[in-house]
Structures are given as structure tokens and as C-alpha cells.
């Protein structure tokens, strides 16, 4: 089993729509869970970082962890074009804080 | 505020030939600074990470190499480039107070032809 496994999509939703993006995971030792915005041929961009289990809400994006069920979320509420992108899930341990990232889901808003 | 810089932005380069990519980082000291490469359909993968100057740690042998001359600079090497090296590499920052963000460069799209 992969440590982290996200859903590679493509996902193509309307404008306005809620999108919901998520991904799961088998180790229980990771405590920091990201969410990161990647453009085509573009460096990953930190959207939203959460610590403990919970919301955690940013204008018009929500990051949702469950710890219980190593399960995280992040949700995108009135979705734009400009929201178009690749969103990749990335959570580590504590000591050396290595990244460990999902593959990414490919997300499209059509206007 | 911090900034990250990586180059060259894109590079196409014939098998066997030498690389070196650099990244520097402004506005924070002693980061931990890491290298990754990213290839179609296959995510990050975490190639060195470097706590401090002339500190390197290796995720995946291969004939790729890392450097940490100066605080905020780490550069990436190989003597002998294979057809296997091409890809999108970047370098990522993260602060040493404790958290997990690390903060991306825009990377550099490798070709070796």
C-alpha cells in the first residue's frame, strides 16, 4: 500500500461548482498535512497548512483532516478558471520534515 | 519577506554531458533547503535534503549529486547526464522553527537528448 494515494482525476467541474479533492493515507505518524496549487510548468504553491485534526478555512478554500481515518480534504467553494490546475496533498513526520506527496489530481473549471 | 530563485528555468542537454542547477534562497538564514524531481505521472520525488552548509542527505542513489557551498545556495550535479535525468526539478525551502511547509522555487525543466 502507498503511504499516500490521491485520485489523479482529471476532474472537470463548472464554474461556481464546489469541488472537493481528497486524499488518504497509512501512516499514522504524520502530523503536518499540506495542500499545494501546481500551474502547468509551474513550482508547487503552499495553499493551505493544517495541524491537527479539523477545519482549517481560507477565503474560498477549506483543508479538512481526520486523523481516525487518515483522510484529508480540501474543498473549493464557488470554483474560478483560474483554479485550474494540479492539487497535490504532501504531509510529514515531525523530525526532518520530509515531504511525502500524492501524485496530484488535475483539476479543470470551464467557464 | 523570502524568495526563492532556481536556473536555469530550462536547460536541454545531450546524454553524457555535466549538469549544474542552482537554487538560492533570500530572506531567511539556515534553511533546510531540498531538491525534487518531478516526472509525468510519477509525482515528487525527494532526491537530497541539506539541514546546514555542507550537510547533504541522499534519498535515491543515482548519479546525481548535491552541494551546499553557502547557507542559502544548493546546487545540483552530474557528471554524466542520462536520458533518464530529464524531468522538472525543484527546490523547495522550509524554515527551522517547527512545521512541515516547505516553499517551492520555479523550477527547471531538464531535457537530455
Known amino acids: 500500500q502507498k503511504e499516500v494515494e490521491q485520485d489523479p482525476g482529471p476532474l472537470s467541474v463548472p464554474e461556481g461548482a464546489i469541488v472537493s479533492l481528497n486524499c488518504t493515507y497509512s501512516?499514522?505518524?504524520?502530523?503536518?498535512f499540506m495542500w499545494y496549487r501546481q500551474y502547468s510548468r509551474k513550482g508547487p504553491e503552499l495553499l493551505m497548512y493544517t495541524y491537527s485534526s479539523g477545519n482549517k478555512e481560507d477565503g474560498r478554500f477549506t483543508a479538512q483532516v481526520d486523523k481516525s481515518s487518515k483522510y484529508i480534504s480540501l474543498f473549493i467553494r464557488d470554483s474560478q478558471p483560474s483554479d485550474s490546475a494540479t492539487y497535490l496533498c504532501?504531509?510529514?513526520?515531525?523530525?526532518?520534515?520530509?515531504?511525502?506527496f500524492g501524485k496530484g489530481t488535475l483539476l479543470t473549471v470551464n467557464p | 519577506s523570502q524568495t526563492i530563485h532556481q536556473w536555469p528555468a530550462t536547460l536541454v542537454q545531450p546524454v553524457g554531458s555535466p549538469l549544474s542547477l542552482e537554487c538560492t534562497v533570500e530572506?531567511?538564514?539556515?534553511?533546510?533547503l531540498y531538491w525534487y524531481r518531478q516526472a509525468a505521472g510519477r509525482g515528487l520525488q525527494l532526491l537530497f535534503y541539506?539541514?546546514?552548509?555542507?550537510?547533504i542527505s541522499s534519498e535515491v542513489p543515482q548519479n546525481l549529486s548535491a552541494s551546499r557551498p553557502q547557507d542559502r545556495q544548493f546546487i545540483l550535479s552530474s557528471k554524466k547526464l542520462l536520458l533518464s535525468d530529464s524531468g522538472f526539478y525543484l527546490c523547495a525551502w522550509r524554515p527551522t522553527f517547527p512545521g512541515g511547509e516547505q516553499f517551492f522555487g520555479p523550477g527547471t525543466r531538464l531535457t537530455v537528448l
Open positions: 541539506s539541514v546546514g552548509i555542507g550537510q
Open positions: 504532501a504531509m510529514s513526520q515531525g523530525s526532518n520534515y520530509k515531504l511525502t
Open positions: 530572506g531567511t538564514s539556515n534553511p533546510n
Open positions: 501512516n499514522s505518524a504524520f502530523q503536518y
